[in-house]
């Protein structure tokens, strides 16, 4: 799996794609939304994870949070929080669940805030 954030380019942008993934991938994403909306974790790196290559030194932690924020920048360059309330990484799982077959298509995940995510089997929306 490929994420990258895209400042801009389209009139979508700001924007962080996730994409170029198997469904096996795509599991692995909606078990971690799973740790965050069952509070097993409260914060989850995604750019660390075996299966995911980072374009661009772009880091992204998924966390929890009293609030749906949305992606909050960390003073560092390139590096965000996803940051949701419990119920919301619920919501996220289900989003996700199409993608772990080989589903196409795409699907907006978080339009909360500035900058959206997009899930993406080709990078493509």
């Not at 374009?55 to 960390?74: N, S």
């Not at 929080?81 to 589903?103: A, C, M, Y």
Request: proline content about 5%.
């Amino acid at each position: 799996m490929k994420v990258e954030y895209l400042k801009d380019g389209s009139p979508d942008c700001p924007l962080v794609r996730l994409y170029n993934f198997t469904a096996a991938e795509a599991q692995q994403l909606q078990a971690a939304c799973n740790q965050l909306a069952s509070g097993q974790v409260a914060c989850f790196i995604l750019h660390a994870q075996a299966w995911v290559e980072s374009i661009g030194d772009f880091r992204l932690a998924l966390a929890t949070g009293p609030r749906d924020e949305g992606f909050v920048a960390e003073p560092q360059p390139n590096v965000f929080k996803w940051i949701l309330r419990r119920q919301s990484w619920d919501n996220i799982h289900g989003l996700i669940e199409p993608f772990t077959v080989e589903s196409q298509g795409f699907q907006w995940l978080d339009e909360t805030g500035d900058t959206s995510l997009l899930l993406s089997r080709d990078g493509r929306w």
